[in-house]
């Protein structure tokens, strides 16, 4: 694992006049360039294979340099290059998931924001489950083996990217029809209900604009409720079950994104559970910095299930690029989730701790 020591080594070298805020373009890279303008950071881009064609259709986001690798791995090799730039990486979903959890855990040695220590226990499901549950935070039950199966599961593959190939199943037999030949799954109840994506950011400082809490405040940027194909549009066909024989099987793979809101009277809750992870985290890994998403299903009981934690920007947040109706009330003006971690860089420099949001 890269060391604190190390990163803060690199870190005292950076002129804090001149930090440059990079990611890989994809994901959500657009509105982390725009917001990172909107606090007046320099920024540059790394493109992999080539520099996208459609960013010269969004000039505002478009960043301000480019630099182009052939693969993932590369950002590794050139991190020399990155730190003379004075980089400060962003991580975005594409990111972390290319690069590989680990790659970027233990050889990225260049300032990141954040603390990367959440990645171990973002990116294995059982040391999710265990932050989570030590928290106390509501999630589907696991069910071990197909024969416990008494109402309706879904069934995930390990490194499944977006939900590809992931089951319901509502009996075992079900469950041996769709298993195919992968042996890397866990298997959960399937909770019934509408789905929610908030969209958090946890900040290490008391901010005057913040819920305080013993890590340091919390806000809510914004909720979006994802596109998945085919699962989302499968009713239009008929009877989903008897598709099946016909080859038309259901997945949860997200195209999209769409904005909600949560009554108010369920946001207690959430802001509950979120407390509650930010705090379980600093005893476990020493906290988590910047945006979290707790991704979950609101029952008709009105209870809560967490299915899934991303502990980064996530692209959800897309749709709030010129704010959402909970930023509206915590900021006087327009702020993206892409805009908040510039903020929270601008913030910390302000202060002269930089090196508390980074790792
Ligand atoms: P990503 O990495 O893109 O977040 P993933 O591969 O980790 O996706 P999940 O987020 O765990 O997968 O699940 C994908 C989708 O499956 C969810 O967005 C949701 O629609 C559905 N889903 C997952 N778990 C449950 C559950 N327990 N009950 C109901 N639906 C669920």
Redesign the pocket.
């Known amino acids: 694992m890269i060391s604190k020591q190390e990163i803060n080594q690199i870190a005292d070298n950076y002129n804090p006049k001149d930090i440059k805020l990079a990611t890989v373009c994809s994901h959500s890279a657009l509105q982390t360039f725009f917001g990172a303008r909107q606090e007046g950071f320099k920024t540059l881009g790394i493109a992999i294979g080539s520099i996208p064609k459609f960013y010269d259709a969004f000039p505002l986001a478009r960043p301000d340099e480019f630099m182009v690798l052939k693969n993932y791995q590369e950002i590794i090799e050139k991190a020399d290059e990155l730190i003379k730039k004075n980089v400060v990486l962003i991580p975005n979903g594409s990111f972390v998931e290319y690069m590989g959890a680990l790659n970027f855990r233990d050889k990225l040695n260049i300032p990141t924001f954040g603390n990367r220590r959440v990645l171990e226990w973002e990116a294995d499901r059982n040391k999710q489950r265990e932050w989570l549950e030590q928290a106390g935070v509501r999630m589907?039950a696991v069910i071990k083996k197909p024969e416990d199966i008494s109402g309706p599961v879904?069934v995930?593959y390990f490194g499944?990217?977006?939900?590809r190939g992931?089951f319901v199943a509502k009996n075992k037999e079900d469950f041996y029809t769709s298993i195919g030949a992968n042996p890397n799954y866990t298997m959960?109840?399937?909770?019934l209900g509408t789905?929610y994506y908030p969209q958090f950011f946890s900040s290490p400082f008391k901010r005057e604009n913040a819920m305080p809490t013993s890590s340091g405040s919390l806000q809510l940027l914004s909720i979006d409720r994802?596109d998945?194909t085919n699962i989302d549009e499968m009713y239009k066909l008929g009877e989903v079950e008897k598709l099946r024989k016909h080859g038309v099987i259901p997945s949860?793979v997200?195209t999209g994104n769409v904005p909600v809101v949560l009554r108010e009277s369920l946001l207690p809750e959430v802001f509950d559970f979120a407390e509650k992870t930010c705090s379980k985290a600093k005893d476990l890994f020493d906290g988590m910095i910047g945006p979290f998403c707790l991704?979950g299903?609101y029952t008709d009981q009105l209870k809560f299930?967490v299915?899934?934690i991303?502990a980064r920007i996530v692209a959800g947040t897309n749709p709030f690029i010129s704010g959402s109706p909970y930023s509206a009330l915590t900021f006087k003006q327009q702020m993206s989730t892409g805009r908040r971690i510039a903020e929270e860089i601008r913030y910390a420099l302000s202060i002269n701790k930089l090196k508390e949001v980074i790792s």
């Not at 499944?160 to 939900?163: I, L, P, R, V």
């Not at 959960?188 to 909770?191: F, K, N, V």
């Open positions: 589907p879904i995930k499944a990217k977006g939900g992931f959960q109840e399937y909770i789905r994802r998945e949860f997200v991704e299903v299930y299915f899934e991303s």
